[in-house]
Nanobody, 126 residues
């Protein structure tokens, strides 16, 4: 059974850093794409960053480029996806979710992601 378990959320002041981790296990066939999404209060969920399982290529939302870094490590059938968040801003406050998709990252919409974590809260105060 596939499970995605996130950790690392919390509260930080603007300009600070947090590192989110997502351990994805139980795969029969490893996913092609992994990503982080977030949902702020009163807003729709949006994509933050994706990483290709095979090549490790990454993509970021414009709002987080040069501040966030997505990475992954692979061990047998367990994948850990990390999101290093630096220079945090109050507008980064949201619940952050990791997710995986069996398809390629390029051009993938949110609906292509079929497994989701439970979410972890990130709060950035000014």
């Amino acid at each position: 059974q596939v499970q995605l378990v996130e950790s690392g959320g919390g509260s930080v002041q603007a300009g600070g850093s947090l590192r989110l981790s997502c351990v994805a296990s139980g795969w029969r066939y490893l996913p092609a794409c992994m990503g982080w999404f977030r949902q702020a209060p009163g807003k729709e969920r949006e994509g933050v960053a994706t990483i290709s399982y095979g090549s490790g290529s990454t993509d970021y939302a414009d709002s987080v480029k040069a501040r966030f870094t997505i990475s992954r490590t692979i061990a047998w059938n367990t994948v850990t996806v990390n999101l290093q968040m630096n220079s945090l801003k109050p507008e980064d406050t949201a619940i952050y979710y990791c997710a995986t998709s069996p398809g390629q990252c390029r051009g993938a919409s949110e609906s292509a992601f079929d497994y989701w974590g439970q979410g972890t809260q990130v709060t950035v105060s000014s």
